[in-house]
């Protein structure tokens, strides 16, 4: 902030100085007089001469008058005034982005910095620390430390609202404060949440990896085993273990290409994208990639799209992987000869994007496995992938998304799969703020829909084509 006097060294403003110029002027103007008077001359020549010396004599002593005060006063307004040690002190808490507390007698909160404040949701009142922590091997440090005993490190995790690793260091401090009770503790907590997650997602990774892969690999280690041995000179068991072999290393790699995935999804699960895609122009790409797939099995894909195109908030490649999932499951667990229906259009309300309007059939279970919170503005971009397959059974419905997870007993065709499919769905859908929805039942087959957030629609958008299908025989 702008101090006044900053720029006011050269006024004299002060009311002594000022008195003391005045009482020194009149006494050069009386010693100009004496002088005249003394000469015993007052003609006008002599005035003029007298006045322009009193003039020049006045004007030095004000230069000079000015020039030793501006040192001074110039000092005065440049230097703030410093700050004590505990106001630095506080200034420099208020500014570290990790939550510090300092705790008083019977664990009352005596100071917050901000981050403590939002990490604890403290109110303007510290009050209590059990109030706000309800950690008892965190009390109990900040009670030794009360008491003068050495601090100690805690770590405590909690799981609601979210989950949460934290790493409390506890120091006690001496105040130079009489009385009793000279003890405070300091309370340091260390979020450590996001390197949890990431160490445990690497750990999850080789035992998945581990175990999925022993199977495969075990059959393999088998086969060879076999074809070195009995099976050294029969051809036909040669080509028939050979195709198993196939299959097997195809399956390991699916398995890695989808745990990898997998954990590239989780890892940015939290940062929602901030691109966009053509969710139309998407679904007819992996439509079209998928047609020899399904002609091998007969199978028809009907494309239908409202609109040229649906832009939604998202990230394309990622996108792709959602409705190739779906679009692949479809095919898979429908028997051959069968008809997908594949729909995909924009501008749709929360409601209508959950469900479409018509059940499959009339005892159909519906599930939400992922959803956003309800906003009446927002639009959806909505995929939805509907098979004539055997359907799911309603209690299986809540595990579909989970890692590994295959309904026993399905066929699947040839390639049979990871389980891992919906979970990066689910995975994809949770971090584009988008929702994921599944109707099904046993006989009639299943609907999955996903619906993403559009972006707020341009004026060149709002105009509403009529739906076009487009027919994708792919017998
Ligand atoms: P997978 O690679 O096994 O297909 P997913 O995660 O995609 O893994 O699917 C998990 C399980 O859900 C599948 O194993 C299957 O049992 C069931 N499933 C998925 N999609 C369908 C579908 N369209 N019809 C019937 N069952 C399905």
Known sequence: MANPANNSWTRRTPDRPRRRDIVITALLGLVVLFVLLASGTLDPSAWIAASLAFAALAFIYFLTAVTSVAPAQAAQSTVAPRPSEAESATAMLEKIVVPVLLIGPGGRIERANPAARAFLA?????????????????????????????????????????????????????????????????????????????????????????????????????????????????????????????????????LIDDLLSLSRVEMNEHMPPAGEADLCAIVRDVTDSLKPMAAVRS?????????????????????????????????????????????????????????????IAPESARLV???????????????????????IERRYLPRLSERFFRV?????????????????????????????????APGSGSVFSVFLPQPALRPAQTVQAEPVTAGVATE
């Open 122 to 254: 403290l109110g303007a009142e510290g009050g209590l620390l059990s109030t706000s922590l309800r950690q008892p091997r965190v009390l109990e440090a900040v009670s030794a430390a009360l008491r003068g005993e050495p601090g100690s490190i805690v770590e405590y995790a909690s799981i609601a609202p979210i989950e949460s690793h934290v790493r409390a260091f506890v120091e006690p401090i001496r105040m130079p404060v009489a009385g009793p009770m000279p003890w405070r503790a300091m309370l340091v907590l260390a979020d450590e949440t996001s390197s949890k997650r990431a160490e445990r997602m690497r750990a999850d990774f080789l035992a998945n990896a581990s175990h999925e892969l022993r199977t495969p690999l075990a059959s393999l280690s088998g086969f060879i085993d076999t074809l070195r041995g009995p099976a050294r000179d029969d051809e036909e068991a040669r080509d028939r273990f050979l195709g198993i072999m196939r299959e097997q290393t195809d399956r390991m790699r699916r």
């Open 299 to 359: 199978i028809t894909l009907d494309l239908s799209i409202t609109g040229d195109s649906a832009l939604i908030t998202g990230d394309r490649d990622q996108i792709y992987e959602v409705v190739e999932n779906l679009i692949e499951n479809a095919i898979k667990y429908s028997p051959d000869g069968a008809r997908v229906h594949v729909t995909a259009l924009g501008g749709c309300p929360r409601d209508d994007a959950e469900h479409p309007a018509d059940r």
């Open 369 to 391: 496995l992922a959803g956003p919170p309800f906003d009446a503005r927002q639009r959806y971009g909505v995929l939805r992938v509907r098979d004539h397959g055997g359907g």
């Open 408 to 440: 026993d007993g399905q066929k699947s065709g040839p390639a049979a799969g990871t389980g891992l499919g919906l979970a990066i769905v689910k995975h994809i859908i949770t971090r584009h703020r988008g929702g994921f929805a599944v109707e099904s």
